[in-house]
Each structure stands twice: as C-alpha cells, then as structure tokens.
C-alpha cells in the first residue's frame, strides 16, 4: 500500500510544539488552517467559507528549523504524508488528519522570506543515512568525499561554465 503525499497550504494556528522521541529523536508538531472560500465578483469581496485543520508532525533537522522557524500565523506550504487518524475521548470519537512533513516552508505569496542555511552536527537515531551498509557503499571516505578533488577538476568546471548559456537558450 503507496501513502498519500499532499501539500497543504495554509497558515499555523499555535507556535510548534516539540519533544523527543523513545529514540531521542526531536520532533515539532503544529496544526495549519486551510481555509476556504471564492472571490464574488459582484459584491467586489472574498468570501469565506470554512476552514480544514490539519496536525502536522515533522523529525530531526526539520523538526529544529520548524521550531526556531514558525510562529502563530506563519503562512506556510507543507507537503508530505497524509495519515487519518481515529480517536476516542469520553463520547466523543472522531478522526484527525495528520500529515508526517517532508517539507515546510513559507508560502511567499504572503511575505518575503531570507534563507539561512544552518550546518548542524549529525543527530543520532533511526536516519537510514546512519546505517553502516549505505556508508560502506560510498566511494572513498566515510563522508562519501575522496581526501582530494581530481586533477582535471578545473577543465570540467571551465567546460561546463561553457554549456551554460546553450543549455539556457535551448
């Protein structure tokens, strides 16, 4: 059975919230209204007609940006796995969607965004990447870079600079 990948665009209702997995792995979770309505063409205004809520869960280094990242009312742009979720409480019962992100970022139809990228250390846990048998697939050292660049780097660079503006073109 394939998951259901969705992208979601919204707003966050709350800052994330975070925690640590039994693997002590961090993960950050907050809900995004989706709301919904037309533009009337007549009356020269937007119309709402409701709103779909989704809970979201995101893991390790995108977990940490979420956190440092979001804020209530943040515009953003979620893509990742769509998971239905039943639930009990006393009566009540109901179903929750929650989507495990892949992706999170701003949705700049709202605002102008400045990137930072962050160099984190590796952090520890069930991340495939971590698994000795993809490491010892790499060639040369265990980073998966050889100690040094090849001799003829500087002619491949040169060349490809050169395809440059006929591959723009094309």
């Known amino acids: 059975?394939?998951?259901?990948?969705?992208?979601?665009?919204?707003?966050?209702?709350?800052?994330?919230?975070?925690?640590?997995?039994?693997?002590?792995?961090?993960?950050?979770?907050?809900?995004?209204?989706?709301?919904?309505?037309?533009?009337?063409?007549?009356?020269?205004?937007?119309?709402?007609?409701?709103?779909?809520?989704?809970?979201?869960?995101?893991?390790?280094?995108?977990?940490?940006?979420?956190?440092?990242?979001?804020?209530?009312?943040?515009?953003?742009?979620?893509?990742?796995?769509?998971?239905?979720v039943k639930w009990e409480s006393n009566d009540k019962q109901g179903m929750t969607a929650r989507i495990e992100a892949n992706s999170v970022g701003p949705d700049l139809n709202w605002g102008q965004a400045d990137y930072t990228n962050i160099k984190r250390p590796r952090l520890e846990g069930d991340d495939p990447m971590d698994d000795p048998n993809v490491l010892g697939a790499t060639p040369g050292d265990p980073q998966g870079f050889d100690s040094e660049p090849p001799e003829d780097l500087d002619e491949d660079v040169d060349e490809a600079a050169e395809r440059i503006p006929a591959v723009l073109s094309a």
Do not use: C, W
């Open 1 to 84: 059975m394939s998951d259901a990948t969705v992208t979601v665009v919204g707003r966050l209702t709350a800052k994330p919230t975070y925690g640590h997995t039994k693997n002590n792995d961090v993960f950050a979770n907050f809900d995004v209204a989706v709301n919904h309505g037309y533009y009337d063409r007549e009356r020269k205004m937007y119309i709402e007609t409701g709103a779909s809520f989704f809970s979201v869960s995101t893991f390790r280094n995108l977990a940490i940006n979420a956190i440092e990242s979001l804020e209530r009312g943040t515009p953003v742009i979620v893509q990742g796995r769509l998971r239905l």
